[in-house]
């Protein structure tokens, strides 16, 4: 069982920045971070796996939000620029092993994030 923690949410203006954090209890290959906004679905955001920091993630964050993880301390980051009203959500960080693909079993309480125009 591993024990997810984020923090770093709040609520920012267009254009600004945040960075969130999630402290793992332990190691997992796949580690992620999601959102879902109210009446809409959770997306998947940003995620990496592997010890080679392979990446993915969604168009509409190209180019503005980079995810991160410091392996030896069993954290992960989303480091949000150019925030828009749209990014308005709360952001789940999400981790487990890789099996026919990421498999998230673990997931944390979440962090409010909130961009105002």
């Known amino acids: 069982q591993v024990q997810l923690l984020e923090s770093g949410g709040g609520s920012v203006q267009a254009g600004g920045s945040l960075r969130l954090s999630c402290a793992a209890s332990?190691?997992?290959?796949?580690m992620g971070w999601f959102r879902q906004a109210p009446g809409k679905e959770r997306e998947k955001v940003a995620s990496t796996w592997s010890t080679l920091g392979d990446t993915h993630y969604a168009d509409s964050v190209k180019g503005r939000f980079t995810i991160s993880r410091d392996i030896a301390i069993n954290t992960l980051y989303l480091q949000m620029n150019s925030l828009k009203p749209e990014d308005t959500a709360m952001y789940y960080c999400a981790a487990g092993p890789l099996t026919t693909g990421c498999d998230y079993q673990y997931w944390g309480q979440g962090t409010q994030v909130t961009v105002t125009s």
């Open positions: 332990g190691y997992t290959f796949c």
